[in-house]
């Protein structure tokens, strides 16, 4: 293993916090591997790069020589993780569960290694615990401190409903700490409050308190919010490579670097390099978006798809040119009728509405046959169009 002021360099590569630097090196300094815990609760179905930030941290870890926990939350996930709602969350059902929880255990081996990677789920003991163990657990903290969580306050001071339920979420992520012993815990930063009360559980349990290694919420694709799927800013591993490669080339210049602390496999010397040659402009920030773009989509499609994404993105976009496979849709024809532009958007799925169709059009995002159309009740003959809505995404329009 390397020395613990190397390995504490790399673990510290990208943290927002580390609770506490000095505690987790007295640790590495043991020289005997750490038990690494990180908890998933299976709440989507599929997983966004955004998610791969914390498992890029187990990767890390994993290659030092530790022992990584992919901790599914099984039953955690049917109580409903409250970290920053403002209302009670709608509780997963056990079939939603066990089908999410399913799929992640086929997606993390495109980032952690399946052979060396411990998967546990915490209902194997939670749903054995007795009435009295709950208790005990319970009797562990005072609803004055779980009123110190931001969230919980702001609720009870605007008289919006706090379950009990919600209470023993934190708790019972906690308690699983102390289940499997864990010497080390990741997590968003969102998550500083509940892997705060697993570290205070353990010492209830009399347990040495687990460290902890805080890791920021990626923003997606706008730059702006968190990476989400219900905001249609996030990029998912399982996305065709060309989607992939073409949503990374989309981020800002700025959003790049970040995104390359977080998620690239590169050394911490040659990321400082990368950096100084972009500020110094010996290195052009498309070209690193580009070799960036390569990376994150080789790992999840293989390197021949990513380079094929590539050339691709290289022909539509920087040459302008129409992309090899591309939808077509068979409308109009018949009667002779003109076509109205939103309800071409709208049947050919480049707008979910003829009103947001209007809009696209209206803020010049469209184009007909390479051409901006700002009309939004434009007219189109019966004939073959190729449509195009921003920069990726095509559709040619043929007669029935």
């Known amino acids: 293993m390397l020395d613990a002021r190397r390995q504490l360099e790399i673990i510290e590569r990208g943290a927002a916090e580390v609770i506490t630097p000095e505690e987790l090196s007295k640790k590495l300094e043991r020289g005997k591997p750490l038990r690494v815990k990180a908890g998933f609760d299976p709440t989507a179905p599929d ?82 615990m007795k009435a009295e163990d709950f208790v005990r657990l319970a009797s562990c903290y005072t609803v004055a401190r779980m009123l110190e969580r931001e969230d919980f306050r702001q609720r009870f001071s605007h008289q919006n409903p706090i379950g009990i339920h919600e209470f023993l979420y934190p708790l019972i992520q906690g308690h ?96 400082q390099k990368l950096k100084e040659g972009i500020k110094g402009g010996t290195i052009h920030p498309m070209e690193a978006k ?38 077509v849709v068979k409308m109009g024809g018949k009667d002779g009728r003109p076509l109205w532009l939103p309800a071409v958007l709208k049947i050919s799925g480049l707008a979910p509405s003829t009103g947001e169709a209007r809009r696209l059009i209206a803020q010049g995002g469209v184009k007909i046959d390479g051409e901006r159309v700002s009309d939004p009740e434009k007219e189109l003959p019966a004939g073959t169009y190729i449509i195009s809505v921003g920069k990726r995404r095509f559709v040619k329009i043929e007669p029935l």
């Open 176 to 271: 699983d700490s102390v289940r499997l012993k864990a010497d080390l815990e990741l997590g968003g930063t969102d998550q500083k409050f509940n892997l705060i009360v697993g570290r205070e559980l353990q010492k209830s349990y009399g347990q040495e308190p687990q460290s902890i290694v805080l890791m920021p919420l990626l923003e997606g694709t706008d730059a702006v919010k968190k990476m989400s799927k219900s905001l249609g800013n996030y990029i998912g591993i399982t996305e065709p490579a060309p989607e992939m490669f073409g949503k990374l080339m989309s981020i800002t210049d700025g959003l790049m670097l970040r995104y390359y602390e977080l998620l690239s496999h590169i050394p911490n010397e040659e990321l």
């Open 47 to 128: 997983i966004h790069i955004g998610h791969t930030v914390l498992l890029e941290k187990m990767r890390q870890l994993q290659e030092l020589g530790h022992e990584v926990i992919f901790l599914i939350g099984d039953f955690t996930g049917m109580i409903g993780d409250p970290s920053g709602k403002s209302e009670t969350r709608r509780p997963l059902t056990r079939e939603d569960v066990a089908q999410n929880a399913a799929t992640y255990r086929r997606q993390i081996s495109k980032v952690l290694d399946p052979h060396k990677t411990r998967v546990e789920f915490n209902s194997s003991w939670t749903a054995e």
């Open 290 to 327: 580009k070799a960036l773009a390569l990376e994150i989509t080789g790992r999840y499609h293989g390197q021949q798809a990513a380079e094929l994404a590539k050339q691709e993105f290289e022909r539509v976009f920087s040459k302008k040119e129409i992309p090899v496979e591309i939808t």
